[in-house]
Nanobody, 124 residues
Framework: QVQLVESGGGLVQAGDSLRLSCEVS????????MGWFRQAPGKEREFVAA????????NYLDSVKGRFTISRDSAKNTMYLQMNSLKPEDTANYYC?????????????????WGQGTQVTVSS
């Protein structure tokens, strides 16, 4: 059974940084794209960032470009999201996701496994 566990969320002030981690168990992630999504209260889940199987291709939500960096360590079966210059509008529950595909996808429906989420709260 594939399980994804996020960690690293918390309460921070605007301008601070956080690093989210997503550890996968139950299978390796060497040949799989992965992604981060977020959902704020009263809003739909939205794409944040994705990374392909090799880590050489990434894609970001426009509002986080230049502030967030997605990365992966397949040997550790773990994906990361470095979040810098955080803003109050980044406040949300952040989810990591695993896809059978090699290539990145922005479509949440193309991810097969999801974590339970980690809360990020940014105060102004």
């Amino acid at each position: 059974q594939v399980q994804l566990v996020e960690s690293g969320g918390g309460l921070v002030q605007a301008g601070d940084s956080l690093r989210l981690s997503c550890e996968v168990s139950g299978r390796t992630i060497y040949n799989n794209a992965m992604g981060w999504f977020r959902q704020a209260p009263g809003k739909e889940r939205e794409f944040v960032a994705a990374i392909n199987w090799s880590g050489h291709t990434t894609n970001y939500l426009d509002s986080v470009k230049g502030r967030f960096t997605i990365s992966r360590d397949s040997a550790k079966n773990t994906m990361y999201l470095q979040m810098n210059s955080l803003k109050p509008e980044d406040t949300a529950n952040y989810y990591c996701a695993f896809a059978y595909s090699l290539d990145i996808t922005l479509n949440s429906g193309e991810y097969q496994y999801w974590g339970q989420g980690t809360q990020v709260t940014v105060s102004s």
